[in-house]
């Protein structure tokens, strides 16, 4: 069965630095995703993308966050400069539009620790 | 704008006791889709089931029922018989404007923990 799949599992990076998510959709999909979820808290909507370009951006999606879909399969997250509050799980997802459906199947998720 | 209430945060059974989730949402649209994700122990979300807000029918699954009540702006979730296997974070969410053929984000719930023990 088609996943999703993330890269890497697990991130430590030093408040500051730059980190780059890294995604690779199920392939007939073309609507991706990245949302977030701190420790212990709900899910939160990042930012959806259809298109190479950003549907719809949160609150939470500032200047430090990007998305790119380099080629034909992968989808990036980028945090430029990295801060202690940005220590999260960040999933990825994507759906595909067949039939007026839009279920978001996720990945397993890249949990960052930023010291 | 649109919200998820899961009052529920912790709920701890035996092993084949039947169990219900709460999921309370808010919404101006007419037209939207709930959805239960579970979150296992390993942190994945793994999707459960979706639901239109024009099909008001209950669902059955194996195990698992889900009871969606327009009136009351629920979509309950039962595990029937819990397993320990079923131990996990289930979250309610909520998507909005699906026919616009805008992405639809996914508006969560707190989650409920869900421990079953042997």
């Known amino acids: 069965e088609p996943e999703v799949t993330q890269t890497p599992s697990h991130q430590v990076t030093q408040m500051g630095q730059e980190v780059i998510l890294r995604c690779v959709p199920i392939?007939?999909?073309?609507?991706f995703y990245w949302y977030r979820q701190i420790l212990g808290q709900k899910v939160e909507f990042l930012v959806s993308?259809?298109?190479?370009?950003?549907?719809?951006k949160s609150e939470i999606f500032d200047d430090q966050f990007s998305v790119e879909r380099p080629d034909g399969s992968n989808f990036t997250l980028k945090i430029r400069s990295t801060k202690l509050e940005d220590s999260a799980m960040y999933f990825c997802?994507?759906?595909?539009?067949?039939?007026?459906?839009?279920?978001?199947?996720f990945g397993p998720g890249t949990r960052l620790t930023v010291l | 704008a649109q919200k998820v209430t899961q009052a529920q945060t912790e709920i701890s059974v035996v092993e084949k006791e039947d169990v219900t989730l709460d999921c309370v949402y808010e919404?101006?649209?007419?037209?939207?889709?709930l959805f239960w994700y579970k979150q296992p122990p390993s942190g994945e979300l793994v999707f459960l089931i979706r639901?239109?807000?024009?099909?008001?029918q209950n669902e059955i699954s194996g195990r698992y029922s889900w009871n969606f009540q327009k009136s009351t702006s629920s979509f309950n979730f039962t595990i029937t018989a819990s397993q320990v296997v079923d131990s996990a974070v289930y979250f309610c969410?909520?998507?909005?404007?699906?026919?616009?053929?805008?992405?639809?984000?996914?508006?969560f719930g707190k989650g409920i923990t869900l421990s079953v023990r042997p």
């Open positions: 997802a994507s759906s595909e539009w067949s039939d007026g459906t839009d279920t978001q199947y």
């Open positions: 392939s007939n999909h073309l609507y």
């Open positions: 993308f259809y298109n190479n370009e950003i549907s719809e």
């Open positions: 919404t101006r649209d007419t037209t939207y889709y």
């Open positions: 639901r239109n807000s024009f099909d008001e």
């Open positions: 969410a909520l998507s909005e404007s699906f026919y616009t053929g805008a992405n639809s984000k996914l508006t």
